[in-house]
């Protein structure tokens, strides 16, 4: 089983930073995805950024790509999502992810995902 626990919003400012940490227990196997993913009110949850857990490829939503960098600390089972440049629009309820799929793929859905935490809010201010 694994769990994840999302940790690092806040409100700040626009074109502020924030990290977000999910922290990440259980048994996480070579193959699997980990990803970010974000709510706002009225809207549907969206797909920010993913990283697969063994050769560290990436991806982005283009809505935060250049402005956010996804990296993962194995040793301390650990994922990050640096936000950089953030706008009012990224004002959401941010969701770390796990996918125990064996593909080399890097899922954008959010049911491609087995495991969630319960998400941290981000809040940017014009």
């Known amino acids: 089983q694994v769990q994840l626990a999302e940790s690092g919003g806040g409100s700040v400012q626009a074109g502020g930073s924030l990290r977000l940490s999910c922290a990440v227990s259980?048994?996480?196997?070579?193959?699997?995805?980990l990803g970010w993913f974000r709510q706002a009110p009225g809207k549907e949850r969206e797909f920010v950024a993913a990283i697969k857990w063994s050769s560290s490829n990436t991806d982005y939503a283009d809505s935060v790509r250049g402005r956010f960098t996804i990296s993962r600390d194995n040793a301390k089972n650990t994922v990050y999502l640096q936000m950089n440049s953030l706008k009012p629009e990224d004002t959401a309820l941010y969701y770390c992810?796990?996918?125990?799929?064996?593909?080399?793929?890097?899922?954008?859905?959010?049911?491609?995902?087995?495991?969630w935490g319960q998400g941290t809010q981000v809040t940017v201010s014009s």
């Open positions: 259980g048994h996480i196997g070579s193959r699997y995805t």
């Open positions: 992810a796990a996918d125990s799929a064996f593909t080399t793929r890097i899922p954008h859905t959010s049911s491609s995902y087995d495991y």
